[in-house]
């Protein structure tokens, strides 16, 4: 796993090794601008583009700027292509101080020729921005990690011209979109294509509208190892990668058979909502559980004997909602189970949830809660409490921030300490799905690495509650049945966009995706150790 961090975090963690290791900023510096340059020029040529614009600030990532701006210059020289560059300095030279005082200076120097300039004239960067017939790739060098508050009018304005009028281009922010300080407010920012980020990822990249305008993450390696930040790494933020799963654990002994190989009972569905229970419980089976019973309404049983074969049918007394009138005969099938999945497509009459309630209340099993079956605890939260097994709540944000009675917008602005102080107090293991999902048991808060927009399409969240389900029943690991549930949930959402795009995924296409996608999983980290 990599560590994430904060903005304000992670300068105080680039301090704190530069001190440790004898580390001159200058020398960082020099690191980040040489490496992003050879990204910077890779897309430069990929991308066709025929000139470069740097849009520079006052501080250290003007100074990032500058660096690359030389590196591309000797670009040009080795491969013989002479591409005009431009340094747009949105402040007077005389604001600047310390490294970057120092690389602008050589920059200056260096940049004596007809292809290259610098210069402060807004005029001359419109006049730049609207030659026909050219596609400008422009980097975005004017603030980093240590900006806080609002852009200036001057900036604002000269990034809305460039996003209104400069219709071909290509744009590449150094460390983070200049500007981007509240991830749920980028709306000033010049959109990214792609952003290199020095060192780490940052936290305001990887959400809501931080997401949306950092386009593409590239790490760029400073000098200093990814795993040397993880000493500083205080909040404890880590991306998931392909390699943290943990799916080379539970693969199946060869004397095995269905009992040993996870027992899941799951209790969903009502009227109109069978395909949720459908959903989740052939997920769970795909995801390598060796036996899936599934408790619905007798009044439904006929529309699920009908689509699922391999899932075992459990008709309850009722005919469109699961009630207390099913408690006694769902008692065996839970005693029998190795974790228990509570809620998909369930509703929320209040017998069912006083149902549900119930359940939780007396049993001491490993639950995932999902859906209507989270919403049965608004108000009754200390019954999530338990001893010697673990439950585990996959609520996307809404039903998250219904369950702790506030806003949605209140917990996006605060999620990552209202999720692991939630997790902590319940002791639950938390799976807040989103863009990306993450997952807390209140101490470390993971980010998951994968999964794209093609997911957010009804029925995904039956999935993955299946998948994290089964998990659990195969090996008994909350925790990381979650982690790696969910990086396998959108690892197939992966497959799936290569193959149809942003659109045109739908649930039960994941479904078909899980053998495949964690076989190539288990593969891929084979192959790597």
């Not at 590449?172 to 792609?194: F, H, N, Q, R």
């Not at 608004?378 to 039903?399: A, I, Q, Y």
């Not at 921030?401 to 999720?419: H, P």
Request: aromatic share 10%; proline share 2%; net charge negative.
């Amino acid at each position: 796993m990599k560590s994430v961090f904060f903005n304000t975090d992670v300068l105080d963690a680039e301090k704190k090794l530069m001190e440790k290791y004898s580390i001159p900023s200058i020398v960082l510096m020099e690191n980040a601008g040489m490496k992003s340059a050879e990204i910077i020029w890779d897309y430069f040529i990929k991308e066709n583009c025929s000139r470069i614009v740097i849009l520079s600030g006052k501080g250290n990532n003007a100074g990032d700027g500058y660096v690359i701006a030389r590196h591309l210059y000797s670009k040009n020289i080795a491969d013989d292509v002479y591409a005009p560059i431009h340094i747009f300095q949105c402040y007077p030279s005389s604001e600047l101080k310390g490294d970057a005082l120092v690389n602008y200076g050589i920059a200056k120097e260096l940049f004596r020729s007809d292809y290259f300039e610098i210069f402060d004239d807004v005029t001359r960067l419109i006049d730049i921005s609207e030659i026909d017939n050219e596609k400008i790739l422009f980097v975005d060098a004017v603030f980093g990690i240590g900006f806080k508050g609002r852009l200036d009018d001057k900036v604002k304005n000269i990034f809305a011209d460039i996003s209104q009028f400069v219709n071909d281009k290509f744009v590449i922010a150094v460390d983070v979109p200049s500007g981007l300080y509240d991830y749920t407010d980028a709306s000033d920012c010049l959109k990214a294509d792609v952003t290199v980020s020095m060192g780490v990822k940052k936290f305001s990249t990887l959400f809501f509208s931080g997401k949306e305008v950092s386009g593409e993450i590239k790490i760029v390696d400073v000098g200093i190892a990814n795993s040397m930040f993880d000493e500083f790494n205080g909040k404890e933020i880590l991306l998931v990668e392909k390699q943290d799963t943990f799916f080379d654990e539970i693969q199946r002994n060869v004397n095995s058979h269905k009992y040993n190989n996870g027992k899941l009972f799951i209790l969903a569905g009502s009227e109109g909502y069978t395909g949720a229970a459908y959903l989740a419980s052939q997920s769970a089976l795909r995801a390598g559980c060796g036996s899936v019973i599934l408790g619905i309404p007798e009044g439904l049983i006929a529309i699920m004997e009908a689509k699922t074969t391999e899932v075992i049918t459990l008709p309850l007394k009722s005919d469109k909602y699961l009630n207390n009138e099913s408690y006694e005969m769902v008692q065996e099938k839970i005693e029998w189970a190795d974790t228990v999945l509570l809620g998909p497509g369930m509703g929320r009459e209040s017998d069912t949830m006083s149902f549900v309630r119930n359940l939780v209340k007396k049993y001491n099993k490993n639950f995932v809660i999902d859906a209507d079956g989270i919403y049965a605890f608004r108000g009754h939260l200390d019954l999530l409490k338990k001893d010697n097994c673990s439950v585990v709540l996959t609520p996307h944000f809404g039903e998250f921030a219904g369950l702790l009675e506030i806003s949605t917008d209140e917990l996006k602005k605060d999620f990552y300490n209202i999720a692991k102080e939630f997790a902590e107090k319940y002791d639950v293991v938390l799976v807040l799905k989103g863009s990306p999902t993450v997952i807390t048991k209140g101490k470390e808060f993971y980010v998951n690495s994968c999964g794209r927009e093609n997911l957010a399409t009804i029925g995904s969240g039956d999935v993955l509650s299946g998948i994290i389900a089964s998990l659990t029943a195969q090996s008994g690991d909350a925790l990381n049945s979650c982690i790696s549930g969910a990086y396998l949930h959108g690892y197939c959402g992966d497959r799936l966009y290569a193959l149809y795009g942003d659109s045109g995924t739908i649930a039960g296409d994941l479904i078909e995706q899980i053998p495949a996608a964690k076989n190539e999983i288990i593969k891929d980290n084979k192959t790597k150790q």
